[in-house]
């Protein structure tokens, strides 16, 4: 009997997937790919990420599909809507659900498994919406969740005694000490807090999108570019995005596109790359290197050169700035 166990590295989805394993049954763990997990390129070399301790964790290797083109455009519009933030948890769900539903047959799986527990999580996580994520999926009966199995109604996999039920468990709400304890029971180690793992959830990171979709400038390194460096909305038609540190300057360096803007600090003074999106007049070109100006460590100057130049290869310009004002600044950031 084979089981597709989806698994995102956090702690709940490990442990689904461990305790089906633990019946016998053959896991193959999916991960599914989509612009919006938290960046994990901070690590240091010591480290190692989530998902690749999760397949230290449950002893084998994730198949990885990414689902970012069809997740990009239920995000326009979800019909189960969004979450506190941009979050459309429910839709999301029933995406990836769908998907792993289309791989049963290529994978010869029988039913699919997930971490989810019933009462956790406000808007896809109650009952109701449980049973409207199996439904919408195509997967009534098919979609097993271990870790509240016992709460919920009997499943197919139960019924037919693929898994026993009584090895199944009863979590539910939101307290994660069961999790924790299963978790050492099973000697499950270095698995990440509870804090999720979508920054669809992040009240920043939200505005900072809902700005892109207001604009219909939604694509995938426009999406990447949303997760470095501080934001400023400068117009309608332009908007910068500022280095928080060298990683962030040579990354937004790289994400740089034809006809847009680079402006830099002078070489003797530290200061960030900052990147210029958009339509630039004289006005918002002084504007943009006002604020570079702001986060180069000036030492007490009150103006310094900035440069600047548009992609591709266009003559490099300075400007005179002095560094905005920063209740100015407060109101043009995203």
């Known amino acids: 009997m084979k089981a ?20 016998g049954v053959e896991v193959i763990l999916l991960n599914f790919k989509i612009p919006f997990c938290h960046r994990t390129t901070n690590l240091s070399l010591q480290e190692i990420s989530p998902l690749t301790q999760a397949e230290i964790n449950l002893g084998q290797s994730f198949e990885t599909v990414d689902i970012s083109p069809d997740f ?4 326009e519009n979800p019909r189960y809507g969004f979450g506190a933030n941009m979050n459309p948890c429910i839709d999301c769900k029933i995406l990836m659900l769908n998907t792993a539903r289309g791989l049963m047959g290529q994978m010869a799986a ?3 498994v997930t971490g989810e527990v019933l009462g956790q999580r406000p808007m896809s996580q109650h009952r109701q919406a449980l049973e409207l994520i199996e439904k919408k ?28 039920r009584e090895k199944l468990f009863d979590f539910g709400g939101r307290t994660r000490r069961p999790q924790m304890e299963l978790a050492r029971q099973f000697n499950i180690k270095d698995y990440p807090n509870a804090s999720g793992g979508c920054l669809l959830t992040d009240i920043q990171f939200s505005r900072r999108l809902k700005d892109l979709i207001a604009r219909r400038e939604l694509s995938m390194d426009n999406i990447e570019l949303l997760k470095i460096g501080r934001h400023f909305r400068l117009s309608d038609q332009a908007k910068l995005v500022v280095g928080r540190n060298e ?22 003074i530290a200061g960030p790359t900052c990147l210029g999106k958009g339509i630039f007049n ?12 702001r986060y180069c460590d000036s030492s007490g100057l009150p103006a310094m050169a900035i ?10 310009k300075t400007i005179e700035a002095s560094p905005i004002e920063e209740d100015k600044l407060a109101g043009l950031r995203l």
């Open 307 to 316: 440069s600047y130049r548009r992609i591709p290869g266009q003559e490099e």
């Open 137 to 164: 999926s195509g997967l009534e009966g098919l979609l097993l969740r271990p870790l509240s199995a016992k709460l919920l109604a009997w499943t197919i996999p139960e019924k037919e005694g693929w898994v026993e």
């Open 247 to 268: 990683k962030e300057d040579k990354e937004l360096l790289d994400l740089a596109k034809y006809e847009d803007y680079l402006f830099m600090p002078p070489l003797e």
């Open 4 to 23: 597709i166990a989806l698994v995102s590295g956090g702690l709940d989805s490990i442990l689904a997937a461990r305790v089906v394993k633990e019946q």
């Open 110 to 112: 029988s039913f699919i």
């Open 72 to 75: 990009i455009k239920l995000l």
């Open 282 to 293: 004289q006005g918002l070109l002084e504007l943009a290197c006002s604020i570079v100006c």
